[in-house]
Every structure is written in C-alpha cells, then in structure tokens.
C-alpha cells in the first residue's frame, strides 16, 4: 500500500556537499527562505501516484519501482538500512515532508466517514512508527470535489493546519480567482463550527506547475539553458516566463505568498530533470529580484500563509457537486461501479466488527484483520470505490478485499468458536444444508452496536419443515417465504460466475424469524427439522394479482400499513396508524441515456465519471406482469416485475416502520447502441420547496436547494447532473408537517429533481469513455465460461415518513444498524443437549450495560502491544441557534424550516451532550490509562490543540461560539466520556495485564 | 559534442556498500564472472544518444541532461570534482566503459576518410587526457550499412581489438544467422590484408534488448516482480523467458558467449529502471543456473570469445548497400541533402589546410581551428552528413559549420597576413571590387598539398579591363568568360536567401588563368587594370547553337577534344590524342519518382533514408533550346539548359585532360504530387560486364557487380536502388582497353545500372517520409521572404577516359585536388610597387621538395605544447597477386581484369613503397623526436601492436599474407618516413624549442 502523497524538498541536498568545481560548473543557490516584502512563489515539489487507477496499485508500483514518493510504504520496507537513514535524514531535515499520509489520496464522495478515518488512522501510524512525525497538512489534490467531513473531520480533527486540494466548480472557481477566495476558512460542520476549522486553499488550477514549467523526463516544456557555450541561451526568457506567471497567480491571491504545485500525475520518476530546473530557476529568479522564488513544501507555505496575519473568507457546507466545465458535472461517479461500492461498505462493516471479536479473543500475528484493513484502505482512493478505475484495476481491488475478507472470516469464526465456545463454528453460509439427517444448526448472531438489538432475519433453508428456538430452547415464531426464481437463478448465475460450479443444492424458503442480540455481543437461534407435523414455521401466503385486476392490497404487520393499486402494480397509500403519517407514495424506475458528444465541438460524453443524460425514460411496467404479495406473521413482501431486467421486492417487517425496497437491476440493455443510467424515484406530497438533505461522507447532513448554490448565481447547463449529490447514509426533505427519509446501503448518487420526489440512480451501464483519462468505457460485463452480460446489481434502500422533527432518530440509529448489519455464524450439531454445551449469549460490555442510543463505537481494536484503539461517535447533530447554513436567494420563499432551526439540533432528545463509561464497556478488564488522541491516533489530543493554528477570519460570525459544545476531558477515576454532538473522540486505553478474569 | 557511445556497469555500485537490512530488503547478487561451461550471457547496458537527430545536439543534451551517457563531454565538463571523481572511480574499475569514443558515432557511407580519422582523433584525445584511458572497441551499432574503412583503418588502425555493428542487409543477416557467422575476421583492406583485420560482429538484430527486456522508464517489458507479498510474482515466468532469448540467440552465435545489447536510443535517463531488473534477472537467472548472466562490456565480451580460441570466417570488402527488408534500401541517403554534404565536404579540405596554416602561423588560444573541428567532428555523424535529420538539426549542424568556418578564416586571413606579410589580407571574395581607382587586386593562393599544383583558377570580376601579373611581374595568359544569366541569378538569390540583402555589383566575367602553386605553400598574382586597350585579358568568343541547327562543335585546347552534335544538344565524341582514347559518350539526366506505398500492406514509401523509386523518366532536353559555346586560350566551355531546372556546363581546361561538369538542379517540381530523384548518367561503350568500382569513404576501391553479393545468393527485388553504392572519391569501370572514370565533389550515391554507363544521383526532393523514425519530408526548400521554393544546388563531377591502366593516377592524385582545392586570399593595393614589399611565394617545406606523388599530408597540426600531429597517407593501393576479391558466379564470364589483378597493385609506378623526408617537410625547425602512434593518436604505434589480439580464421588464405608490406620504423637520424601502399602513418613530432630561424 502506498502512502499516496509526500512533499519533496530537496534543494538543499542537491546543491549541497558540493566542491566549487572549475568554472563551467555552476552552483545554483537554492538556499532562499521568505522574503517578507516581495512576491514569495513557494515551489513544492510533489508527485500524485494514485493506489490504482489506470494499472493496479501493485503494477503502479513495480512497475515504476523509482523514486521515493511513489507508494511509499511499499517502497520503505525494500529499502537498506543506509537508504532508510538517508531518508529519515530528509525528513528530520523538512526536505522530505509527508502530507496527508493517509494510505491513500481518499475519495470525499463516494466514502464511509468510518473508513476514511481507518485508512488515514493506518497511514499516519505508519509514519509514526517509522519516522515519529505527524503530518500537519491535509492534501487532497485530486478527488472530484470535496466534503465537509473531510475539512473538519479528516482535517481539523486530524490537527491539520491545513488543507489543499485541487478540484471545485469552474464557476466557484472563476468567482474565487475573482475575489480571492480561492483559500478560506472552511468550517464543515454545524455542530463543531470554530472548534472544527481549517485553513483550506483550491488551487488556481488543479495540481499541476503554470503552464510551460512540466519536467518530467520527455515533458515539453523547454529547459533552462544557462551554457552560454551551447545554443539556445534562454535565461532570461525563461526567468520572465516565471515571473508573470507569479504575478499572474498573485493577482487572484491573498497575501504575497503563492504556492506552485511542482508535479502532477505519476512524475519525478527521475527527480534530476525537475530539481535541475528549479534549482536554476529559483537561482536566476532571484538573481532577477522582481519575485522571490524558494524550495517550500505545504508546511512551509501554511506557516507563511499564517504568519501574515490575515483574515480570511468563512466557506461552510461542502465543494459538491464538481464540474470541471459546462456540461461536465462529476456526478456520474456517485454510483460507478454499485457493485463494488456495495462490496466495500459491507467489508466496512464487517472490519469494524470482526476488529471488536478480534479484540475480544486477542490479537494473532498470523491470522488477522491487518490485510483487510490493508485492503480497504486501498479502496477508499478516488480511483477505487469511485467506480473510475479500468475494470482490472477494480478486479485487482474486489480480489484484495477477498483476500482480506477470507482472512478475517477465519478469525471471526474462530473468536466467536472460542466465546462460544462451540467447536467448527462456521461463517460460510451453511443454512442451506439439510437438517433431515437428525442435525441441528445453530445460527450465531453477533452485533457490533452498542446496544441491544431486536430484527427480523432471514436465512434460506431447503426445507419447509423447520422450528427455531431460541437459545433457552424456547421456540420463537417464524414465517417461510417461498424463494421466487428470480433469486433463484440469480443466486445459480453467481455461484456459477464467481466460483465456477453449479450449487448442487437449491433452498426453497427464506425462514424468517425475529432475533434479539446484546450489545457487542450475540445470540443463538437453534433451527431444526419439525418433529410433529403442523408445528413447523409458518408459511407465507401467496397471491399473484395480474395488472388487469383492479384491486388494492394492503400489506404490514403493526403500524405501518402500505396499500398497493394492484391494477397500476404500485404502491399508493403509506399510512402509519401510530404516527398519523399518511401519505399517498409512488415509486417508478427510469433511465437517462448517455450523451454521445463524441461528434461535438467540445466532446463530452457520459461515462465512468460524469453524469451527462441525453434525455429521462420512464419504465412503465410491462402489460400483463402479475405482482406477487406474500404474507405472514413477520414479514409481508409485494415483488413487482417492473421490466425484463428490473425486479423490486417491497418488504414491510413485524416491529418496524419503514419500508424496505430490494431492488434487482441488470443487465442493463444496450442493444440500441445507447448507455443507460437507471434511476428509482419516490415521489410523495411532500412540500419540499426545492430543499433536501444528503449526508457527507455518512455524517453530517447538508442542505441542497436545487439549481443553486450558496457561494455564487450558478449558472444551470445541466438541469438534473447538476443538482445530483452522493448519498452515503440517505437523503430526506420536509415540509411543516412531515419528513421523508431514503436510506441507501452504499454509495449512490441522488437528488430531488422536482417537489416531492427523491431520485437515487443504482445502476450505470456506458459505452463511451467520458475522457478523463480512464480511457474505458463503464461497461461492466460478467462473463460464465463465454456467455458475457451486463452486470446485474442487486441492493436494498430503505425509506420511512415521519412527522416533522422525528426523522433522525430512524436516520441516525438505523442508519447505523445499515452500516453494521447483524454477523452470523453457522455450526451443526447433533441432537439437541447443545445448549448445555456452551455459551448460547454474549456480550462485550457490561450486561447491565447499553451504550446511549446517540453513540456508536465506530471503532474498537486491539493495538500491537494489548493497547486498545476506542473511537466513539456521537451520532447527532446540534445545528446552533443562529446558525443560517445558506443565504437563501429572495426568489425562495422562506419556510417554515427557518424558524424551526432556529430552535435546537437535529434531534430534540439526542442532539445533546450524553456519557459513556468505560468501566462498562470494558467490564473484565482493569483499565490503568485512558489517553484521547487525535483522530488518526498519532498524537495526543491536548496535544494537537496547542499546536493548532489559529486562523482568523473576516466578517461577522455567522455563528455562536459560545454554543459549541465540546465533551469535558475524561476524569481518570470516573472514566467516563462526554460526548457533545457530532463529536468524535478517540482513546487509546491501556489495562492492567492479566486481570483477574477475562472474558 | 560528445563522445556518443560509453558503456555503462553499474552493477557493483548498485549493490556494493549494502548493509544486510531487514528481510524484505533484496541483495541481489551480481558479481558473476564467466563460467566457461555454460552459456554466458553478457549484459551490456549501453544507450545510443544521437549527436542530433529529432532534435538538435544541443537540445538533446540540455532537454535531457539526466545521464552519464548522454553527450559525455557536454555533461562532463558541467561536474563537480566530486562528481568526476566518483566517474574516474567508475573508469577505473571497468564498469563504465569508453567505446568506439569518437565525439560521435559517425556514418560509413557519406563520410570521407580523413573526416573520420580527425573526429575519431578529437575524441580520442578527450578520453585520453581526462581519464587516461585507451578505447579498445568499435561500435558502429546504428550506422546504415558499414565500410571497409571503418573496420581497418577506424578499427584496426586505430587500436581496435574488436568492432560490432548492427545494421546489415536483411538476407545477408538470414544467411549468416543459419551459418553461425554474424561474427568474422573482417580484413578491409585489400592492401594491408591480416595487418589491419579486426573481430568484427553484427548483432542479431541491431541493437536492441531481446523482445521482453526493455527496462526503461515507462517500457512495456514486465519487470522481475519477486514480492511474494504482492500480486503478480513472476520470477520463474522471467527466468524461463531470459533463458529461453538466450538459448535462441545461442543457437546462432559460435562459443558460448552472447552478448545482449541492454539498450537502445536515449535510454538510461533514469538507469536505476534498467539496473534494478538487470541485477534481478542476473541474480535469479543464476540460481536457476541453466545459462550464466552477467554485467559485460564489449571489451569483457571480446576477451571472452577470444579466450575460446576459436577459429572466424573471415569477410572482406563491406556492407553496402543495407537494406532492412525486402524493397527498403537505405541508399537514399547516400544523396539525401546535397547541399549539406558539399558543405562538409569543404569545410573538410578547409580544415585541413587552416590547420597547415595555424601551424605556420603558430598556434592561437583565442583564435584556432577547434570550434570548426568540433563542428566537423558532429556533422559526421549519422543522421548528420547522412541527411536523415529533420531540417531544423540540418539547419544547426550547417550553422555550427558556419560558426567554426568564420573563426578558422580568420586565423587563415592572418596567417597568410602574417606569411606574406602583405596587411590586410582578406579571405573574403573580394574581386568584384572595381579596379578603376588605380588599385590593383592581389589574389594569394595556397596550395595544402605536398605536390606542386598547376591549375587554371576562375574569379568574378565587374570589368573586362583586366590584366593578370605573376608575382615577378610577368604578364600571364588570362581570359574572360561572360557570367551567364543562370549564374547570375542563382548568386543574387543566394546572397539574398543567406545574407538577406542585395548585393550591390554584379560581376560580369570570370577571369580564368592557369596558376603554379608550391607544395603546402602559395603564390600570388596581380589583377589590375590593362593600361593599353587590347592589352587586357582575352575575352571568349561566344556563339549560340539552337537544337534545329545541325551541325557539330568541337571544343578542347590540347590533347582532349570533345565533339558536341548540336542538333541533340548532346556530347558525341571523347577523342585524347596523346593517349589515342577514343569513345562515344552520351550524358543524359532523368528522375525515379518516390514510391508512395502509404496504402501499401508493408508501407514502404521513398524518403531521406531509403530509395525507392516508382519509374524512371529520362529528362529530353526541351525543344528550341539553344546551347552556348565559349571558347578562348585557356578554358572552353559548352553552356546547356537541359531543362527549366537543370542547367549544365562542360569545361574543358588547358593543360588538363579530363572533362569537369557543372551542374544547377533545383527546384525539383513537385506539382504533380510526386517526390524525385534527379539523376545524371554518363554512357560509354566501356564493356563493364556488370561490373564498377566505388571508393569506401574516398579511400579503397571495391568492386561491385551489379545484382549481386559476394557473401549470399542475392534475391533482387530493387533493381536500381538495390545496386546504388556510396560514392565519395569516384566511380569507374573498365574493360580489356580502357578504363571509365567519374570523380565527384560531395558525397553521392551511384551505380552502373547498364554496362557501360555510370549514374550519379544528384538531388532528392520527397513529400513522404520513409518511416525510419525522422518523421519528416525530405523536402528541403529555401524561403526568401516569404517566397519558398525548393533547394537549387550546384556541384561539379569530372570524367576521364583513360587506358587500361592508366585511370588510377588521375583518380588519386587529381582526387586529392578536389578534396583540397587551393585556397584564395585578396588584397587591394595601391600602385604597383607590391612585389617589393611582401614574400609573392611561399612553401611550407623544403623549397627543393616535394613529396612523392603517392602521398598526401592528410594532417598537419600544431599540438597544445608545440608538438605536431603528421599524418602520411599513401594513395595507392596494393592488389596482392593472389588477391581474389569475390567468387564469380558461373553465369559471369571471367574478363581480362582477373588477370591483370593478378600482376600488381592499382598503378603500376605508383603502388609501391615510397619515402617521406621528416627534415625536409620541416625545413625551418629541428625536429627532437619523432613518435610513432595509433590512427587516432592516442597510444605509441608500438605499444598497440604489443597489444593486439590475433584472431584466429577458419579456412585457406586467400592472400599471401608475406605480401603485406609495412613501412619500417623511422630511424631517428634519418628521419624518412616509409609509405607502403594505402598505409596511413601517424607522428607526433616534437621539435627543439626556438631554432634559429622560423619561417
């Protein structure tokens, strides 16, 4: 893995160390530092390696096994120890700077916030460990827009003083050259406001040098020739080049210090060719004295920017969506590759919970979460899980996961056998095997939430004759739902595409039953062949309506009660008797198909990246398809045809009140030579006013009005592209009386394209590159033996409808179940004396204990050492009493929205300061040393606050800061945590060695 | 400038100084030596840097100036101490290895004898002085073909124990390949025979790695992926592929030795990518242990096949022409950019007497002949005088021949100021200044030769008033010959196109009179008004013959006449009295248009390398055009416009018995779309039997019979361009009475395509590019203004008829003449009192002595600390009685040359030994010491010879090898230099210091 971006700085060792040779050799001095009265073009020298994009990380790396910022890590561990001295020697000396330092440049759309953290946690230790420095600067150059998680969470949080990066609408940037408000203050979250600021500075022009200053081997930018010996004498043309350029880049900047990006994409494979040229450069520069020129790095360019006292533009809410011209809106990647973005947030989950059980048996050298980790470090760069990589790379990253994958898996089974402790548990799904023979299997269900919780699971089973009970051999209740045979032969089709074979056996039924699991601990279930006829689980009923008949059906079990118009096959009525929500919903599928600019002027076409659409297409459900209502005690399910290659499961279960949507999407056609994007929307009453909320990053939500933009008048050329935002977590919007909520299970993109209605797009299947250097089409094809077909996707959204004020309790708390879905393990045991045998329920914490229900422990691991890594989120936000997100334009009508947020913070019960002890999420352990650190862990808290620059800015406060609230510094004795909303804080916790009991 | 070809072993500085790290970190082991019972592989890491060809010399060195290998003299004088001692370090312990060592790797075709010797000689200077060191090995791996010159006079001669190369003819390679002899004994020289044999190899396939093992920077080659810990380990696959190139190259090669050329052009910009898998593959390779890798260089190579003792084909005469597939004959640029060629082949002669003269004078620091030498030196190179550049380095190598000629006429002007010492004399034309205010014109005129020279000279003048003085005052025989329009013009455009201005006075006349000039010396004469009327020179009588006109003209002033038929406007008659020749030549010009095969299956089109042509057209000269005859005492001369862009003069000159030609061609008309190649040819009754003999870079002839190849069974596919051989010194053919000759004054292609004739190709003008890499039309044209028209040049070829027997005299000796063209100087004068005050004569050797007709000082420079480089060559060569070049095929009938071969060498007066006097060349100082040394100057003869490797040959001696002779070593009382034929021998001389008189 690489450590993806590290300053360069070596002008001191290129000129130092060296004999004043004859007169034709030259020294160049390169040993300027500030000059506080002129111009100051700070040099920095870098290179931008992506973990993966074009080749795949390992081929990037030994393949172009050259020079030192590439793929650091990879890089370090094959190095001698004379070389590592070298470059511990650079580094101690600032020629060699590591910035962000994460284990990759992470995407800001398309990523978890919980993995974004662990990725930049792994790399920062790295770094530590290896060289004992802790990055200061936040450098995310490349990513394709940016969140305001990554400003205040990865940023501030981290103890970056700043933050660079390179990509924000042409039109935000065109206004900022203008006012010179390329570099702000950004605050990215409501609830942290000050607490949580950063410097953070777009560059003028992505991350490359001005234009005629590239010097990468073979690059065309001419030479300094400074041999009055040989042709071409150029000095001073090129020493007036530089100079208006700098002038140029001061004209839109603040203060008298620019910053010049020295490097681009995969460069300084041979660093000589750059450092000849700035070492001449910076020489005759100087020589000149018109500006100042100067080897810097972005420490040196933060300390500079600081030191001039300057006040500087306040930036909230976040640089979504990015077009890098007209037409050219970025939006497209919020949902490449669904797949693949699936794949990773269910190893994100499963990583945060096999960390815990890994925790729980104690660390093994030989076999851990390390390569999964590893490899969904990997994932999060913004060529991976952005779905923008060649289609081998995203092979190379899904494998990796694999890999990782199978290694946890073992670990899991093998700590959830030892807390059993119930020998050859297994994870692999092992349900399916017939139980006639006299065995029963047992289903272990493990939760990595901190509190308890009760759900519906279901689990395929071969035959109908079955009975579960539960761990203290109580037989609960549970429903059979026939397995329809479009899973069927979807499930043949990718055991067949993935493993090669055809399954030798075929469950009939989903058995469905309700579960209860401590927190950060598990239950059994026991499920085995019915002994008396009758007594077995219960089976749905089913009955198929066909579109000609005109009926309605109604489905749910308790609250919620759905009614579906059977003769237009879809729902109409949502009505929850508890809430008195009820709403007329319809949901339909469409899609836009794929511009084709390749003829244009300007080409751009629609592709991995950008979301160009060159018309909507609604999907009416085909003529005589017949929907499928299944019912029972616990789950009732409406399937719905809704074309050839579009299936749609509506799911309501016993004890909840949201629906949950299954959709099946694929192979998307494309037989009329055109690209298709296939988007669901629900469209409800709701008066949204052009207003909804989309998560950043999984975490804070951010307003979003449609053709708008809160730091300048946009300019609209892409009606729908153009107001598309990622989803992580979900989207809502609200009017007076109700909210309406969609929760997604990975990264998509979505919008509001019209009052009412939420649009997610799930699937995009192209065929033209979208020329931004991927020099692929998004043609996602999977082939068995040689019969090759468009990916089918398969994915869940989950939406719910609530009053006014009460949708973020479900947001928030489910949205955190979504993220870390119940883990189960199978083992088979003969007869029934198992339970005797071993421990049927755990859990981690205290039993007397739950975590509230406004916090998760979003990580909990065991460090090198028995140390152990805690992490605890408040999962709520407090948005301020003054606080106005955006400057609403006077043609919006103000609503009622305003005023109510004038009240109190996202939640009413659980936006506020809450408490975790210690002593009882680790009850068998002593604990000796509670130390909060960083974010990323590689410093102390307090630390990193009196280190902290502190930036001023102009303007009036828009917000209090006297109402942020921070949780106190935890009392060594009580061990308790507060937690104000929205804060993440981070422990590492030491125990007493050998306690009297573990476990 | 720079030494082109230096070998790089890094080896041991890559892993030495190592400390044993941790276990990721690899020490490969790379300090293999041979192992003699396996198959050696030597890795030979070299890059092949153009001094000029995309790009200017200059701008490939300062665009990239990021590797020792790189224009070694240019880097080299840029270092530090501490960098050149760490270079000196390298020198000394073999792993970087100065080869071939010139300042560039120049051609073999287009190149003259004494170019290369002099730039071999520049380069060998710089590597002896800075490192001491002694190039033992040839390497001419990209030239178009290679000569038998370069492979014993620049090899062997110069110390050379072996010579590789990589282009030749695509079935010669196949044949020699299936016969295991890509690697001979080439024995080059008739003459000199085993003496100056070289080991002499072609590469498999030029000089590239095995296909897979391309290393640098963004190559396509897998590296060695030896990381279990990443995907993708492939170090058995790699190991079987290397095994696998080196087995099959084996199979081709004698011994067990191969060497891979681990390069190509420009690598090496980053050497770490080549030598990081290079010490891979050597390291896994050997512990595999089916072949034995290890880092080599040529030299390491040559000794090991020489310790196999095995015994070598041997090959005589050359590799010309090369062609690299069938129809891709690189004879093109035998002609490609006359203009270019004719300037080398000047500043060549000029050289060479500038440097007589800056020894006379005595040696300047500030003024000297070194910037036209290093221009020299560059222009050899081989994509320089070759004409295969783009047009802008065409452009610089012509500028930086301007640059050099500027400052050497400088040293020339005052030098001959300062021999005479007549002030102010003027190298510039400065004739066509008018007479009339008294002043008289005194034209200085030096002879480089050793032999005394009678000549008529020709000088522009505005008045017909002239009259010519001798320099004892004696009223010499002069004549005036009207400058016809066609001169006219093309001098006011070129005065215009090069100066950018008009020139002020147009001369009307050539004065033409017939001068003696001493050996390496000069004489002056006195142009000044005729003060009687009827006593000024005398002018031509001019008449004008139209093509209707039938009638016969008859020019010649002595032993040669030539009849013109002017109703053909063609040359009928060749009558010599004195030696009865008598013959009927025509002379005829035509065109090959350029093969366009862009839609060709193997695209093949016409183009600065290869000659292709579609059809031949013979140009008919046009009707109603007149001819023009001038006849006078001294010179007659017939004018004919062939046709609108062809204008021809045939002169006959007083005194001299051979037929000189001057020709205007240009602009070539490309309005029809199609390139051409203008061509002349000369058509006797000559009865050649296929059969011609062209120089080898103006040295050795070799014979050639058309549509045949002594080594191979040649299969025809290009009958014109596949027979066009390099010419530089001349043609001829013969048969059983007379013999055909035609000199040139540049390098040309040419042939004898039907017996009896000769064809010279004089011009190229091309729309297509040959798709050899210059990417460019070979369309030279020339702007005035903004009016562009194509090149127009201007050039000169001699024929003569002679005897069997007889033709080699004029060949070699009037030969040298053209190669050293006698050299004027003016002066203005008041009065006529001159003669008193200046020496009106002056020979730089004994005034008594001359050097034998066989011999020509081809150097004479004054050495940094007064010593002096003297070269002897003589001119002649020696057949040998048994000498037998080729083996005739049966089909041809053996003719009388076989037996005439078999009496005596070229002449039969002058192919003999002959004596230099050392005291009498040096009349005026006392030479101290006389040292014998190599070609290139850089070693004592004796110690070279010490040295040498005797090679061991398969087969009977084709030669009586006791026949070689060799001058004997200079006895240092008798100081008389021994000539054996075609030996060149190499003195520094040093001299007492201050003898009593100089000059």
Tied chains: 1, 2.
């Excluded at 993995?115 to 990055?135: A, C, R, S, Y």
């Excluded at 990796?400 to 297994?426: D, H, T």
């Excluded at 989803?727 to 993109?749: C, H, P, T």
């Excluded at 339970?835 to 460090?863: C, K, M, W």
């Amino acid at each position: 893995m690489g450590n993806e971006a590290v300053m360069l700085l070596w002008a001191v060792v290129m000129t130092a160390g060296i004999l004043a040779g004859e007169s034709k050799y030259m020294v160049y001095n390169t040993s300027q530092g500030i000059v506080p009265d002129k111009l100051n073009v700070h040099l920095v020298a870098h290179t931008h390696d992506d973990v993966g994009w074009l080749k795949t990380v390992d081929q990037y790396y030994v393949g172009s096994n050259n020079s030192i910022q590439a793929f650091f890590q990879r890089w370090w561990r094959d190095q001698s120890e004379a070389m590592k001295l070298v470059v511990k020697k650079l580094v101690n000396s600032g020629q060699l700077e590591f910035i962000n330092g994460g284990m990759c440049m992470h995407d800001e759309a398309a990523t978890h916030y919980i993995d974004m953290i662990d990725q930049t946690t792994l790399g920062h230790h790295f770094i530590k460990e290896e060289f004992n420095v802790t990055p200061r600067i936040g450098w995310q150059i490349d990513p394709f827009g940016h969140s305001a998680v990554q400003a205040y969470l990865l940023g501030a949080e981290v103890g970056f003083d700043s933050f660079f990066y390179g990509r924000i609408d042409y039109q935000d940037r065109a206004k900022r050259k203008s006012e010179k408000s390329l570099e702000v203050v950004w605050r990215g979250s409501k609830s942290l406001g000050s607490s949580s600021q950063i410097f953070a500075g777009a560059s003028p022009e992505n991350y490359e040098p001005p234009s005629g200053f590239y010097f990468e081997v073979n690059d065309a930018s001419p030479v300094v020739q400074d041999d009055p010996e040989l042709f071409d004498y150029n000095v001073q043309e090129r020493v007036n080049d530089f100079v208006a350029a700098a002038v140029a880049q001061a004209n839109i900047t603040r203060t008298n210090h620019i910053m010049w990006t020295m490097g681009t994409d995969f460069k300084y494979q041979y660093a000589h060719t750059w450092f000849r040229q700035l070492d001449k450069l910076i020489h005759y520069v100087n020589l000149d004295g018109r500006v100042n020129a100067l080897y810097s790095t972005p420490s040196l360019y933060t300390d500079a920017k600081y030191a001039t006292d300057q006040s500087w533009p306040i930036k909230t809410d976040d640089f979504f969506p990015y077009a890098d011209r007209e037409n050219a809106y970025w939006t497209g990647y919020f949902t490449s590759r669904p797949a693949l973005k699936r794949y990773v947030r269910v190893m994100s989950g499963y990583y945060l919970a096999a960390r815990q059980l890994e925790f729980f048996k104690g660390r093994s050298k030989s076999t851990n979460t390390d390569s999964l980790g590893d490899a969904l470090a990997i994932a999060q760069h913004h060529d991976a899980v952005t779905g923008t990589e060649k289609q081998h790379v995203a092979n190379d990253y899904a494998k990796r996961l694999s890999i990782g994958y199978k290694e946890a898996e073992i670990l899991v089974s093998s700590s959830l056998a030892c807390l059993c402790p119930l020998l050859n548990v297994s994870y692999c799904p092992a349900s399916e095997a017939q139980l006639s023979q006299g065995k029963n299997l047992i289903v272990v269900i493990y939760n990595s939430l901190g509190w308890k919780r009760a759900e519906i699971i279901r689990i395929p089973v071969v035959s109908g004759d079955v009975i579960v009970h539960d761990s203290e051999g109580k037989e609960i209740e549970s429903q059979l739902l026939p397995l329809v045979d479009t899973y069927v032969s979807l499930r043949n089709y990718h055991v067949k595409a993935y493993l090669g074979q055809t399954p030798v056996q075929t469950p009939k039924y989903w058995l469905a039953f309700a579960v209860s699991v401590p927190p950060l601990g598990f239950s059994s279930y026991i499920i085995s062949n019915a002994k008396r006829p009758g007594s077995s689980s219960t089976r749905s009923s089913v009955h198929t309506f066909h579109t000609s008949e005109s009926s309605a059906v109604e489905v749910g079990h308790g609250n919620l009660k759905l009614t579906f118009s059977m003769d237009h096959g879809k729902l109409t009525e949502y009505v929850n008797s508890r809430s008195l929500v009820e709403e007329t919903v319809k949901q339909s599928y469409g899609f836009y198909t794929g511009y084709n600019g390749t003829n244009d002027k300007l080409p751009q076409n629609a592709g991995a990246y950008i979301f160009r659409p060159n018309g909507t297409f609604l999907i009416k459900p085909e003529e005589e398809v017949s929907s499928t209502i299944m019912r029972g005690p616990i789950i009732d399910e409406v399937h719905q045809r809704i074309n050839s290659w579009i299936y749609q499961v509506t799911r309501l279960q016993k004890g909840k009140e949201h629906v949950e949507v299954e959709y099946i999407v694929g192979p998307v056609p494309i037989e009329d030579g055109t690209g298709k994007e296939v988007v669901t929307q629900i469209t409800t009453n709701v008066d949204s006013n052009k207003t909804f909320y989309t998560d950043s990053n999984g975490r804070d939500f951010i307003e979003r009005i449609r053709d708008y933009r809160a730091d300048w008048d946009l300019k609209v050329n892409q009606p729908v592209a153009g107001n598309y935002y990622p989803i992580n977590l979900g989207i809502y919007m609200q009017d007076a009386k109700k909210e309406f909520s969609v929760l997604v299970d990975r990264s998509v993109g979505g919008s509001s394209i019209v009052d009412g209605q939420i649009e997610l797009m799930l699937h995009r299947r192209l065929l033209l590159d979208d020329s931004r250097g991927v020099a692929e089409a998004l043609n996602e094809t999977v082939c068995v033996v040689n019969d090759c077909k468009g990916l089918i996707i398969q994915g869940k959204l989950y939406y719910k409808i609530d009053p006014r004020g009460e949708g973020s309790k479900w947001r928030r708390s489910f949205g955190q179940e979504i993220y870390s879905p119940l883990l189960f393990a199978f083992s088979e045991q003969e007869g029934d004396n198992w339970i005797n045998s071993h421990r049927p329920t755990f859990s981690g914490i205290d039993s007397s204990y739950s975590l509230p229900d406004n916090v998760a422990i979003i990580t909990l691991q065991e460090l090198v050492g028995g140390k152990v890594l805690l992490r605890l989120a408040h999962l709520y936000e407090h948005l301020g009493s003054t606080d106005v997100l955006v400057q609403r334009p006077e043609s919006l009508t103000v609503n009622g929205l305003f005023n109510i947020r004038l009240v109190i913070g996202e939640d009413k019960d659980l936006s506020v300061l809450t408490n975790v002890e210690l002593k009882k999420v680790f009850p068998r352990k002593k604990i000796s040393k509670v130390a909060e650190v960083s974010l990323s862990a590689n410093q102390e808290r307090s630390e990193m606050e009196r280190k902290r620059l502190v930036w001023k800015v102009e303007g009036p406060s828009k917000r209090n800061d006297a109402e942020i609230r921070r949780g106190r510094p935890v009392d060594p004795t009580a061990l308790t945590v507060e937690l104000a909303p929205m804060e993440i804080r981070t422990f590492v916790i030491q125990f007493v060695s050998n306690p009297a009991s573990s476990i």
